[in-house]
Nanobody, 121 residues
Framework: QVQLVESGGGSVQTGGSLRLSCAAS????????MGWFRQAPGKEREFVAG??????YYADSAKGRFTVSRDNAKNTLYLQMNSLKPEDTAVYYC????????????????WGQGTQVTVSS
């Protein structure tokens, strides 16, 4: 399994931006389907954005505001978040899957420890 470490979380005001990074170990990063998920207090973890090969996928809540990208040379996945809203407040997790499929939690076998994003109004 791949080891994942997120960074870049923090506290911003409504309308602000943050860029999350997910550093992955191993030499096969480019072969993994990578995703960003988030979990707000009292809510289930949900899909935010992901990449399969060079195709990007977004939850409706992220479309138009968030951009997912990857740098295979650096073994890193990114999530650029713009126009942040208080409802974006959550712990954001990076996850990796060695198989294709839907963006379901059960499809992802490797998870990072998460990074907190707090958006204040």
């Amino acid at each position: 399994q791949v080891q994942l470490v997120e960074s870049g979380g923090g506290s911003v005001q409504t309308g602000g931006s943050l860029r999350l990074s997910c550093a992955a170990s191993g030499r096969t990063f480019s072969t993994y389907r990578m995703g960003w998920f988030r979990q707000a207090p009292g809510k289930e973890r949900e899909f935010v954005a992901g990449m399969q090969s060079w195709s990007s996928y977004y939850a409706d809540s992220a479309k138009g505001r968030f951009t997912v990208s990857r740098d295979n040379a650096k073994n890193t996945l990114y999530l650029q978040m713009n126009s942040l809203k208080p409802e974006d407040t959550a712990v954001y997790y990076c996850a990796a899957s060695s198989a294709g499929g839907y963006w379901l939690l059960a499809d992802f076998g490797s998870w990072g420890q998460g990074t907190q994003v707090t958006v204040s109004s």
